[in-house]
């Protein structure tokens, strides 16, 4: 079991671009969970999906941000028209159903120049 | 929705001695509280957790206690050592929901 993989590690944008984080759950696992860490903070909760459903996105912010766990394929989480305060590590989790242990991502650190 | 408080949010102790961290939550029905920890540049990875339904939880050198009624929980590490350096994140997760909700996290720092 490869875990939950998170691709690319690093992601260097410049202002005004997209950027596209990947989260591939764990083997079994039909929940994701998208959280951001800034740099000597702590982790908050962004958005919560399962397949084809955005279950909970109180903490997505209203514009730019966008995320979807499609019926094939990765979770994405999208972020347009980068700008210097999204730089962060962004983190995806994923649990079995009716679980809630997470297991997290190594996460994708960006870097918004 | 939940909120959860974590202190202190910078530990330094000996090697060998104890550390405690403690963290208090907001909403009454939150039952499931992990606690994670995250080394630099890491990912968080669960280290305990416990339900409401018990009080105490130990694994080896590691221990949770849980005081539902003043809705607070922590964390105690015993003979702790240099590699227990890191960061501690605690959660807690309402019933309804299947959200983790984190504490601010505390760094701990063990000294040789």
């Known amino acids: 079991n490869a875990g939950v993989m998170q691709n690319p590690r690093h992601l260097v944008r410049r202002r005004g671009q997209e950027a596209r984080l990947r989260c591939s759950p764990m083997?079994?696992?039909?929940?994701v969970y998208w959280y951001r860490q800034l740099p000597e903070e702590g982790l908050k909760f962004m958005v919560y999906l399962q397949k084809e459903n955005i279950i909970d996105e109180s903490g997505m912010p209203k514009e730019r941000f966008s995320a979807e766990f499609p019926k094939e394929g990765p979770s994405i989480l999208r972020i347009q028209q980068v700008v210097r305060g999204d730089s962060a590590a962004y983190f995806c989790?994923?649990?079995?159903?009716?679980?809630?242990?997470?297991?997290f991502g190594s996460g994708t650190r960006l870097t918004v120049v | 929705g939940e909120n959860v408080e974590q202190h202190p949010s910078t530990l330094s102790v000996q090697e060998g001695d104890s550390a405690v961290i403690k963290c208090t939550y907001s909403?009454?029905?939150?039952?499931?509280f992990p606690w994670y920890k995250q080394e630099l540049g890491k990912r968080p990875q669960l280290i305990i957790d416990i339900r409401s339904n018990v009080g105490e939880k130990k694994d080896q050198r590691i221990a949770v206690t849980l005081n539902k009624t003043a809705k607070h929980f922590s964390l105690h590490i015993t003979e702790t050592q240099p590699e227990d350096s890191a960061v501690y994140f605690c959660?807690?997760?309402?019933?309804?929901?299947?959200?983790?909700?984190f504490g601010g996290g505390t760094r701990l720092m063990v000294k040789p």
């Open positions: 083997k079994g696992h039909s929940h």
């Open positions: 989790a994923s649990s079995p159903p009716f679980n809630v242990a997470y297991t």
């Open positions: 909403d009454s029905a939150s039952n499931y």
């Open positions: 959660a807690a997760k309402v019933n309804a929901g299947n959200m983790l909700t």
